[in-house]
């Protein structure tokens, strides 16, 4: 397809176990985000993307959360040991470029519905 | 630090009445502001943003929003509501200079009555 595409878009895992979301972005497109979004509240920032590397991931709630992309396109969010606080839908988006700022729209994927038991 | 209020966490119209809803944000320098609209089983879609310039800023499906830096304010509009614009609205700002880090409000959720 041509939008972002989100791989499980349902899972449900007890906690501490390992859970890994995979999202594969706009063909083409540079930059890449994920971000949280919990019951009732607007989704939060954690890691973005330019190419193969992470240039910022300040939003990473802590160590247990890992993300990689190691070619450049599709990119995996790793949590590790998960506790019931991590359900949420994880979203990932893509844009054509991560600047200059008026130019490179982000388009978003259904997101990822992760509950933790 | 930055943030982002949407005052308003649900809002009810009828079809074909003007709705406007509030965006308020805290942020020291020029901002780019966008809203997004959310519907079930959909991911998050663009429906305006504003980087600079004319501060009335047109959109998709009919939607305008103002931005009023005096009010730190970006508030969303539409003069007639269609059934199909019930859905989850939010507002977000980018805080990163245009990386696209955006702060999010906490979302309206708009129902359209027949």
């Known amino acids: 397809g041509a939008g972002v595409s989100q791989t499980p878009s349902n899972k449900v895992t007890e906690k501490g176990k390992y859970v890994e979301l995979r999202c594969d972005p706009i063909?083409?497109?540079?930059?890449l985000y994920w971000y949280r979004q919990s019951l009732g509240q607007g989704p939060e920032f954690l890691i973005y993307?330019?190419?193969?590397?992470?240039?910022?991931d300040s939003g990473l709630p802590n160590d247990r959360f890992f993300a990689v992309r190691p070619e450049g396109s599709v990119s995996t969010l790793k949590i590790q040991r998960t506790e019931r606080g991590d359900s949420a839908v994880y979203l990932c988006?893509?844009?054509?470029?991560?600047?200059?700022?008026?130019?490179?729209?982000?388009?978003f994927g259904e997101g990822s519905r992760l509950t933790v038991l | 630090a930055q943030s982002v209020t949407q005052p308003d966490i649900h809002i009810t119209v009828s079809e074909g009445a003007s709705l406007e809803l509030r965006c308020n944000y805290s942020y020291g320098a020029t901002p780019y502001l966008f809203w997004y609209v959310q519907s079930p089983g959909q991911g998050l879609q663009l429906l305006l943003k504003y980087f600079s310039g004319d501060t009335l800023v047109q959109g998709i499906k009919g939607f305008e929003a103002e931005f009023k830096r005096s009010q730190s304010s970006f508030n969303l509009r539409k003069p007639s509501v269609h059934w199909s614009d019930a859905a989850e609205y939010f507002c977000a700002v980018d805080t990163s200079d245009g990386a696209r880090q955006l702060t999010f409000g906490s979302g309206t959720q708009l129902t359209v009555l027949p």
């Open positions: 063909s083409g497109h540079t930059a």
């Open positions: 988006a893509s844009s054509l470029i991560a600047r200059p700022a008026n130019t490179g729209e982000l388009f």
């Open positions: 993307f330019q190419g193969t590397g992470a240039a910022d």
